[in-house]
């Protein structure tokens, strides 16, 4: 059993969506322990920030906070699939996942690679990210999955030119589909069969979190 990390490291400067709705994290000392005998921070960020889970009520009034998803969704066998290094503005379809699962196989968990998380601290990574068609979305939903996480910012189009908002997260919110976005080190996975561990903070209402993310071969 070798565990691998998938969480981004949380640390000042770090990216962030580039919206105004979006907070920086910062942590600043407040206690030292030189002047005070401990060491404190003062730990500001966003609910979205670094690797994160979505709760429902990111999109939706109604639905799982993240503190209500159950841990029998997060925590439990899931499958990976290495989609290859992608390039910008690539479309994730319904055969380029379809193809890559194991036939007759019932999956709750699946994580997408497409090593988008080689660009993370560049200007590329919220620019053009990979992003997963309408019947790539659907598959997904019709296979019975729980949870889908994914090494790109977001299963939308950086920016759909439809005046459409996020429809892919709605899409699977509606359907109590959890979400784990900016995921990394996917790479060292074998794709296939891993244990996943994805566990938000317990923070009451809440529409998502940063969350610590790990896995390994099973």
Known sequence: MKFVDL?????????????GLHTPFSAEKTAEIGANGREIRRIEMGSHCGTHIDGMTHFLKNGWSVDKI??????GPAYLVNLG????DSVITRKDVSDRLPKGRKIERLLLRADWSRFWEKKQYFN????LSEDCCSF?????????GF????????????????????FFLKKKIVLIEYLTNLGKLKPGN?????????????????????????
């Open 151 to 170: 090494d790109f910012p977001s299963p939308d189009e950086t920016f759909t030119g439809k005046n459409l908002d996020s429809p892919n997260h709605k």
């Open 128 to 131: 053009g990210w990979p992003h």
């Open 7 to 19: 969480t981004l490291p949380m640390k000042k400067g770090m990216p962030f969506y580039p919206s």
């Open 194 to 218: 891993i244990f996943l561990i994805a566990l938000p903070l317990r923070i009451a209402g809440g529409d998502g979190s940063p969350s610590r993310v790990v896995a390994y071969n099973i």
């Open 85 to 88: 290094k992608l390039p910008q």
């Open 140 to 148: 997904i939903a019709e296979k019975g999955i729980k949870l889908a």
């Open 70 to 75: 159950p841990l029998s969704i997060l925590v």
